[in-house]
């Protein structure tokens, strides 16, 4: 037997969230006193990586249709690229710093994975609704990992950078597979649940 979709949203959400936790600690105590122990640097690219190698499963168990496979391919490459660079980057196996533009790339590459595996309008169901706030959230909030490449110690890109996981993590949440967003529901949708 297949758990809802929602569990799996559910569990990546809460992956997210420890990310995003994770980068805003990193933001506001600075990169300099985070890395003062070694280790906490690499939780979170680390956990980036891992979260890339958990969607492969997504991809194979949870698909029933070609674009909700090739989306989740999409999310797990980009998510796993994303978090090497970074691992690189702290071993110094890679030096060049444009590397960083890695984590822009994964928003967009997601962000728009999320807006085109939905075929449904926003007000469709609220699993529509959190597909479209997800993919806007992160195709914008790639503005501020952009930005972070280049100023590296600007506590706006950082906070913003970790922000953009945390609000991801609250609206995966709030995913169910049908239930009614803000009082409408698509009578096509099938029926609610509570």
């Given at each position: 037997m297949q758990p809802p979709s929602e569990h799996v949203h559910w569990l990546f959400a809460t992956g997210f969230l420890l990310l995003g936790l994770l980068l805003l600690a990193?933001?506001?105590?600075?990169?300099?006193?985070?890395?003062r122990r070694t280790w906490r640097a690499y939780l979170w690219p680390s956990l980036l990586f891992g979260l890339g190698v958990l969607m492969w499963p997504v991809m194979v168990?949870?698909?029933n249709s070609t674009i909700h496979m090739l989306a989740h391919s999409a999310w797990a490459q980009s998510i796993m690229f994303a978090g090497g660079a970074e691992l690189g980057l702290l071993r110094g196996k890679l030096r060049n710093e444009l590397w960083k533009l890695a984590m822009p790339l994964a928003f967009a590459v997601s962000g728009a994975a999320f807006l085109i595996h939905e075929a449904n309008p926003w007000f469709y169901a609220r699993s529509a609704f959190v597909h479209h706030v997800c993919g806007w959230t992160l195709l914008v909030g790639a503005l501020f990992p952009l930005g972070a490449a280049f100023k590296s110690r600007s506590i706006v890109f950082n906070a913003g950078f970790a922000m953009v996981f945390v609000v991801v993590a609250v609206a995966l949440y709030s995913s169910r597979d049908v239930a009614p967003v803000f009082g409408h529901f698509d009578p096509a949708a099938g029926v609610p649940h509570r």
């Open positions: 990193e933001a506001i105590v600075g990169r300099e006193v985070w890395r168990l949870f698909t």
